[in-house]
């Protein structure tokens, strides 16, 4: 069994920042791609960010420039920097990772960009 806890979350005025962590605990062999989507009330859960095992990554265009991801292999963790928040950024963030060909999901930590 895996589990993915993310922390870092909170309220925070627009143009700040703020430094997202997933951590994966348990049975884990190897992990593949480490990715964090979000989901604003009403709205699909998007993805945000990614990155594989070899540390290639990718953004959605709207955080591109502004959100950093990157992933510490020796600590099974995975981190989003967030830069220039905007009150869109608003949304419950998820990291997801896929774990020996198996996917998992941690339980959300919610961001709030507001004045």
């Known amino acids: 069994q895996v589990q993915l806890e993310e922390s870092g979350g909170g309220l925070v005025q627009p143009g700040g920042s703020l430094r997202l962590s997933c951590a994966a605990s348990?049975?884990?062999?190897?992990?593949?791609?480490m990715d964090w989507y979000r989901q604003a009330p009403g709205k699909q859960r998007e993805l945000v960010a990614g990155?594989?095992?070899?540390?290639?990554?990718q953004y959605s265009d709207s955080v591109k420039g502004r959100f950093t991801i990157s992933r510490d292999n020796a600590k099974n963790t995975a981190y989003l920097q967030m830069n220039s928040l905007k009150p869109e950024d608003t949304a419950v963030y998820y990291c997801?990772?896929?774990?020996?060909?198996?996917?998992?999901w941690g339980q959300g930590t919610q961001v709030t960009v507001s004045s």
């Open positions: 997801k990772a896929v774990v020996d060909g198996w996917i998992y």
């Open positions: 348990g049975s884990i062999g190897s992990i593949n791609a």
């Open positions: 990155i594989t095992s070899g540390s290639t990554t």
